[in-house]
C-alpha cells in the first residue's frame, strides 16, 4: 500500500482550513475565536458541534466525536485515510507525495466508491458536451431546453445539464479507455450488463438513451446520478420508455432517500429570512433558480424521507413547502408533515388552500420571483394547512367530524418534541376549528396517556433482534481514569512529558483501554527524547479510536493553575490503585501465616513496610511545583 511522507501531511493541515472543510458539510457560525453548529453526525436541536480553526480540530459535546480535517472527511464521506488525503489534496491543490518505493495508489487500489465518483463526473461531462455539440441530438436537446421548457442556455451550463445520444456507446468507450475497475462498471448505474458477461464495448449497454439529462450532486457537490427525462428521441425499445422520468438506480454513492436536489448550493443561501423552499421535482427547482429563488430544493422522485429532513436540518431550521395544489401534492404535504415535525423543522405552505392548484414551474415561468412573493404572503402554517386540508368547512362540520379531526391532530402534533411547539399547536387548532381549547387540551392528554400505555405494553422485538437497526448515534463511554488525566497533561504541558516518562513505571499502566495505550507509548517517545510534539502525532496514532481520543483531547485546554500539583496528584492515585492491593493481599497472608507453613512471614513482613513507606511519599514529578 502506498505510504504518505509525514512532511506532506503536515502540509495539507496547514494548507487546509477545517472550517472550509467542515462548511461543506454543516452551516457553522462565528461563536468567539470558534465555529459552531448542529452536528452532522447526530441529530440535534441545539448546535452542540464546535470547530476551532487554530488548533485545526472539530468537537461535538453531545455525541463526542472528535477529530481534525482528516477524520471528518474520512467520517462524513466513508474514505479510507490515504483516500481521505487524496480527496483533500485534489480538492484544495495540495501535492500528495509518497514515501520512496511504496508508490502511488494503483487503479486497483483506489476505493469502488470514489471510482464511482470519478466515472459519473466523466459521465457528466460527457452528456453535457453532447447536450452543447452539433449533432442532431445536441440541436434538438438545445430546441426542447430553450424552446419546449423555456429554460436558458447559462442555466444549462450551470447545472451541466445534458443529453443521452438515442443510439451511442461513446461514453462506454471513454469509461474502457480510462481503465475502470470492471466493479465499478458494473455497478456505477450507467449500464445494463448481463450476469457472467465479460466486460466490452458490447456488453455495456447504456441505461439512458434519447433523454434529457440532469445531474444529481450531494450535498457536498459530487455527481452521484441522473435524472434522465424522456424525450421524442426516446427510442421506442427502451425498458422504460413510458416513464416521463427514470432516476439512476441506487449504488454504493447514491440512495434516494438520503439526498435532496440542489441542496449543494440551496444550503449556502438559506438563513434566517431565506427559508428552504421544497418543491416537487427537480425541474421545478430547476425553474425556481433562473428566477432567482435560490433556496429551492427537490426530493428524488420519491416520497420525502426523513433522512432527507435530518441532513435539511443541519443547515436550517425553515422550509415552506410548495407541492402542486392537486390532491397529489396535497397528499404529498401531509405525509412531509409529521415527519418535519418530528425533525424539529419550522413549517409553512405556500398555496396551500385546498381549493388552490399551483404548478411553480408555471408560476415562476409567467411572473419570475414576483410569484413567490404573491404565494408567500398567503402562506400557511402547520397547523393551518393540516385543520384546511383535514377539514375544509369546520362551521359546518358535524360533532362527530371535529372529534374525529381532532384525533388526526392529536397524532400529528405528538410528533412535535417541544411541549411550547405542542401546546401552541393545539391553540391554534382549537381556534381553527373553533373549538374549547380546554377540551381540545383533555383529549389531547388523554390520547398521549393512551398512547404511552400501548407502547409500554409492546414488547420490544426490535431490541432484542440481531437485525435492529443500529442507532445513528454513538454511546459515548468516557474513562475518567488516572492515565486519561496524565495523557492530557502532556499533550497540553509538553514539559511535563520527559520528568513523567522517568517517574511513572510503564507496568503501572493501566492499559485495558485507549488512554492507557497512548500514554504508556507517548511516555517512550519522551524517554526515548523522540517525541515529535503535539502537532505532528499521526505517525504514533494506529487506529481512528486513538485519533478520536487525541483530537478530544488537544480540542479542550485544561483549566487548571497548578499542572504539576494535579499531575502528581494523578500519579499518587495510580500508586495507589497498584499498590493498595497488594497491601491487603499481604495482610491476609499474614493472618493466615499460622495455618500455612509455606508462607514466608518475614519476607511479607518486610515487603509490606516497603510498600506502606512508598505510599507515605507518593510519586511526584522531578521540577518544582
Not at 427559508?275 to 433558480?289: I, K, T
Amino acid at each position: 500500500m502506498p505510504v504518505i511522507k509525514p512532511t506532506c501531511l503536515r502540509d495539507l493541515k496547514v494548507r487546509v482550513n477545517i472550517v472550509d472543510v467542515v462548511s461543506r458539510v454543516a452551516t457553522l457560525k462565528k461563536a468567539g475565536a470558534r465555529f459552531k453548529g448542529l452536528c452532522p453526525f447526530h441529530n440535534e436541536k441545539s448546535p452542540s458541534f464546535h470547530v476551532d480553526p487554530d488548533k485545526g480540530f472539530y468537537k461535538c459535546f453531545g455525541c463526542g466525536k472528535a477529530g481534525d480535517v482528516i477524520t471528518f472527511v474520512r467520517e462524513t464521506e466513508q474514505l479510507s485515510f490515504t483516500e481521505a488525503i487524496e480527496t483533500l489534496g485534489k480538492r484544495f491543490n495540495v501535492p500528495i507525495e509518497y514515501e520512496e518505493g511504496s508508490g502511488g495508489p494503483s487503479r486497483e487500489e483506489r476505493s469502488l466508491r470514489q471510482e464511482i465518483f470519478d466515472i459519473h463526473e466523466t459521465a457528466a461531462e460527457h452528456y453535457h458536451q453532447v447536450f452543447k455539440g452539433a449533432s442532431a441530438t445536441g440541436e434538438w436537446m438545445r430546441a426542447y431546453w430553450t424552446d419546449k421548457r423555456r429554460f436558458t442556455m447559462e442555466l444549462a451550463d450551470e447545472f451541466k445539464i445534458g443529453a443521452a445520444e438515442p443510439a451511442d456507446s461513446s461514453l462506454a468507450a471513454a469509461l474502457l479507455k480510462k481503465k475502470y475497475s470492471e466493479e465499478a462498471l458494473r455497478q456505477c448505474g450507467l449500464f445494463f450488463v448481463r450476469d457472467g458477461a465479460i466486460l466490452g464495448l458490447g456488453s455495456l449497454k447504456p441505461r439512458f438513451r434519447g433523454r434529457l439529462m440532469i445531474p444529481i450532486r450531494d450535498h457536498q457537490g459530487r455527481v452521484v446520478a441522473f435524472t434522465a427525462r424522456q424525450t421524442d428521441l426516446t427510442p421506442q425499445d427502451d425498458p422504460a420508455r413510458e416513464a416521463k422520468y427514470v432516476n439512476s438506480p441506487e449504488t454504493p454513492i447514491f440512495t434516494k432517500g438520503n439526498l435532496l436536489f440542489n441542496l449543494d448550493r440551496a444550503r449556502t443561501n438559506a438563513g434566517e429570512g431565506k427559508p428552504f423552499v421544497l418543491v416537487e421535482g427537480q425541474l421545478d427547482a430547476l425553474r425556481s433558480w433562473s428566477v432567482g429563488l435560490k433556496t429551492a430544493i427537490a426530493p428524488q422522485g420519491t416520497s420525502i424521507t426523513e433522512g432527507q429532513l435530518v441532513l435539511l436540518r443541519r443547515y436550517h431550521t425553515q422550509v415552506e413547502c410548495f407541492f402542486d395544489g392537486d390532491s397529489a401534492g396535497q397528499k404529498a404535504a401531509l405525509r412531509f408533515l409529521p415527519m418535519a415535525l418530528k425533525a424539529g423543522l419550522e413549517v409553512r405552505f405556500l398555496g396551500g388552500a385546498t381549493d388552490t392548484k399551483i404548478d411553480p414551474d408555471l408560476l415562476f415561468l409567467e411572473k419570475g420571483l414576483a410569484g413567490y412573493d404573491e404565494v408567500r404572503k398567503g402562506a400557511l402554517s402547520a397547523m393551518a394547512f393540516a385543520c384546511r386540508a383535514l377539514l375544509p368547512s369546520p362551521e359546518t362540520a358535524t360533532p362527530e367530524q371535529k372529534a374525529r379531526i381532532a384525533q388526526e391532530l392529536h397524532a400529528l402534533i405528538l410528533n412535535a418534541e417541544s411541549e411550547v411547539a405542542r401546546s401552541q399547536f393545539l391553540a391554534e387548532a382549537a381556534q381553527l376549528l373553533r373549538l374549547p381549547l380546554s377540551a381540545l387540551q383533555r383529549d389531547f392528554d388523554s390520547q398521549r396517556v393512551r398512547l404511552n400505555r400501548q407502547q409500554a405494553a409492546r414488547p420490544s422485538a426490535a431490541s432484542a433482534s440481531e437485525d435492529a437497526p443500529v442507532s445513528d448515534t454513538p454511546v459515548v463511554v468516557t474513562k475518567d481514569t488516572s492515565e486519561h488525566h496524565l495523557l492530557l497533561f502532556i499533550l497540553h504541558f509538553e514539559t511535563l512529558g520527559r520528568p513523567l516518562s522517568v517517574t511513572l513505571p510503564h507496568d503501572w499502566i493501566d492499559q485495558t483501554h485507549p488512554a492507557g495505550v497512548l500514554l504508556n507509548r507517548f511516555l517512550a517517545e519522551f524517554e526515548q527524547d523522540s517525541w515529535p510534539g503535539r502537532d505532528h502525532l499521526e505517525t504514533l496514532l494506529e487506529s481512528h479510536e486513538e485519533r478520536t481520543l487525541v483530537a478530544s483531547l488537544l480540542f479542550e485546554s485544561p483549566k487548571v493553575d497548578d499542572p504539576v500539583k494535579v499531575a502528581n496528584e494523578a500519579l499518587r492515585q495510580i500508586q495507589a490503585r497498584v499498590l493498595e492491593p497488594r497491601v491487603r493481599q499481604i495482610e491476609l497472608a499474614l493472618a493466615n501465616a499460622h495455618a500455612d507453613s509455606n508462607v514466608d512471614a518475614n519476607s511479607l513482613f518486610k515487603e509490606l513496610l516497603d510498600i506502606k513507606r512508598q505510599l507515605r511519599a507518593p510519586l511526584r514529578l522531578p521540577v518544582a511545583e
